[in-house]
């Protein structure tokens, strides 16, 4: 079992940065395959960002996001810069048992309570 614990959200202008954080529990988090994901009010859960074996984004985010992972803390980040207000929504990270990362929600096991994520204009 793998419990994931996301922190970082808050309130930014347009063009600013965030980094968020997922800590996982478990000793063997370096076999999992991680993502991110985002949901905005009245939209779906939305793929952002994944990393197990390549790295992965989606277009929207692709030059202004970075994953990275510290197996060492097990715990992944997701380093968000030139920050939009489309970007608003609530950040979710997830683990994949093994590689590689994928992009479909449905294939991850287990997923943290979420962040919010407010970006104004």
Not at 33 to 40: D, E, K, L, S, T
Not at 46 to 52: I, K, M, P
Not at 96 to 119: H, I, L, M, S
Request: glycine share 12%; aromatic share 14%; hydrophobic share 35%.
């Amino acid at each position: 079992q793998v419990q994931l614990v996301e922190s970082g959200g808050g309130l930014v202008q347009a063009g600013g940065s965030l980094r968020l954080s997922c800590a996982a529990s478990g000793r063997t988090f370096s076999s999992y395959a991680v993502g991110w994901f985002r949901q905005a009010p009245g939209k779906e859960r939305e793929f952002v960002a994944t990393s197990g074996g390549w790295i992965y984004y989606t277009d929207s985010v692709k030059g202004r996001f970075a994953i990275s992972r510290d197996n060492a803390k097990n715990t992944v980040y997701l380093q968000m810069n030139s920050l939009k207000p489309e970007d608003t929504a609530v950040y979710y990270c997830a683990a994949k048992r093994g590689f590689p990362a994928v992009v479909d929600a449905n294939e991850y096991d287990y997923w943290g309570q979420g962040t919010q994520v407010t970006v104004s204009s």
